[in-house]
C-alpha cells in the first residue's frame, strides 16, 4: 500500500470497530424487531384497507357536488381535460353519469357521513399502531373522540393538498398560467418548488401526529427523528409517484387501468410503513438514550 494513500477497505474496517457503527447497527436490529414484534406489515394493511374504503364515500361526495350546487359536470369535465390525463377524465365523468341517476340529498348527506366516519377509522387504525410503537395507553371518553375527529378532518385537508401538489404536473401549471396570463417561469419555478411546500405541510401534519398518538406534549427533538425519516422516504415515495402520474397516459395504454389501481395501493401501503416506522424510530432513540 502507498503511504499517504486512501484505502477504502481499511475506511470501513476502522469505522465498523467504531462505537457510532454499532449503535447504528443496534438500532438496526431493534426496528427489525418491532417491525415483526409489533406487526407492522399487518397494521399497513390493515390501514391501506381502511382507506381505500373511505374514498368510496368521499368520491361519492365529489361526484354528488356539482348537482346539489347547481354545477354542469360537462364544462368541469372540459376543465379537467386539460389538466389531467384523458383516462382519469373518462373515468370521472361515467362515475359522475352514474351517481346523477340515482342522486338526491339523501345521497348527499349519507356519502358526507361515511366520508367523516370510515376516515376516523383509519385514523384510529393509525393512531393505534402509533401507540404501540411508542408504549403509550389507549386513552378513551368522549373528549378523545372529538380530538380524533378534529384531526381526522385536518388531516383529510392536509392529503388533499398533499395529491393536488403531487399530481398537479407542468401540464397543469402551465394551463393555469395560461388562463392567468402569468409568465412560463412561474410554472416552472412553481414545478421545482411544490415538493418544498409539500415537505412543510406534511412535516407539521407528522409532528403532530406523532404528538397526538404520545398523548402529551413532548419536546420537538423527541418526534424530530422519526419526522425527517418518515418524511425523506415519504418524498421519494411521492416522487415516484407522482412521475406514473405525468406519464399515466403511456402506460394506461399498454397494462390497462389496473397498473393504477396497483401502483395506488403499493403507494399507500408504503406511505403507513414509513409513518409507523418513523414512530418505531423514535422510540427505538428514546430507549436507546436511555441506556447510555
Not at 119 to 138: I, Q, V
Not at 164 to 169: N, P, Q, R, S
Not at 196 to 206: F, I, K, N, R, T
Not at 248 to 264: C, D, K, P, Q
Request: net charge positive; glycine share 8%.
Amino acid at each position: 500500500m502507498a503511504k499517504g494513500a486512501f484505502h477504502p477497505e481499511v475506511f470501513v474496517i476502522k469505522y465498523c470497530k467504531t462505537g457510532s457503527f454499532q449503535r447504528l447497527c443496534r438500532i438496526v436490529r431493534q426496528l427489525l424487531r418491532r417491525y415483526r414484534d409489533h406487526g407492522v406489515a399487518r397494521s399497513c394493511a390493515a390501514l391501506t384497507y381502511y382507506l381505500v374504503f373511505a374514498a368510496f364515500p368521499l368520491l361519492l361526495l365529489l361526484g354528488t357536488l356539482p348537482g346539489a350546487l347547481g354545477l354542469e359536470s360537462e364544462s368541469l369535465l372540459r376543465s379537467l381535460e386539460r389538466i389531467v390525463p384523458q383516462q382519469v377524465t373518462a373515468l370521472v365523468g361515467q362515475y359522475w353519469a352514474d351517481v346523477a341517476q340515482g342522486g338526491g340529498q339523501r345521497l348527499l348527506w349519507s356519502s358526507l357521513i361515511f366520508s367523516l366516519w370510515l376516515p376516523m377509522r383509519a385514523t384510529d387504525c393509525l393512531l393505534y399502531a402509533l401507540r404501540r410503537a411508542f408504549g403509550a395507553l389507549r386513552p378513551s371518553g368522549f373528549s378523545q373522540k372529538l380530538r380524533t375527529l378534529l384531526f381526522t378532518v385536518w388531516l383529510m385537508v392536509t392529503l388533499a393538498l398533499a395529491l393536488l401538489l403531487i399530481t398537479v404536473g407542468r401540464r397543469a401549471l402551465v394551463y393555469v398560467s395560461g388562463r392567468l396570463g402569468l409568465p412560463d417561469w412561474v410554472a416552472l419555478t412553481w414545478n421545482a418548488a411544490r415538493f418544498v411546500l409539500l415537505g412543510l405541510v406534511l412535516a407539521a401534519a407528522l409532528a403532530i401526529l406523532y404528538m397526538l398518538a404520545l398523548g402529551k406534549r413532548r419536546p420537538l427533538r423527541q418526534v424530530a427523528p422519526g419526522v425527517a425519516v418518515s418524511l425523506a422516504s415519504w418524498m421519494v415515495l411521492s416522487a415516484g409517484f407522482s412521475y406514473y402520474v405525468e406519464h399515466m397516459a403511456g402506460y394506461a395504454a399498454l397494462y390497462g387501468s389496473v397498473t393504477a389501481v396497483v401502483v395506488t395501493l403499493l403507494w399507500l401501503y408504503m406511505s403507513g410503513l414509513v409513518l409507523i416506522m418513523g414512530a418505531e424510530l423514535n422510540a427505538v432513540l428514546r430507549a436507546v438514550g436511555r441506556s447510555r
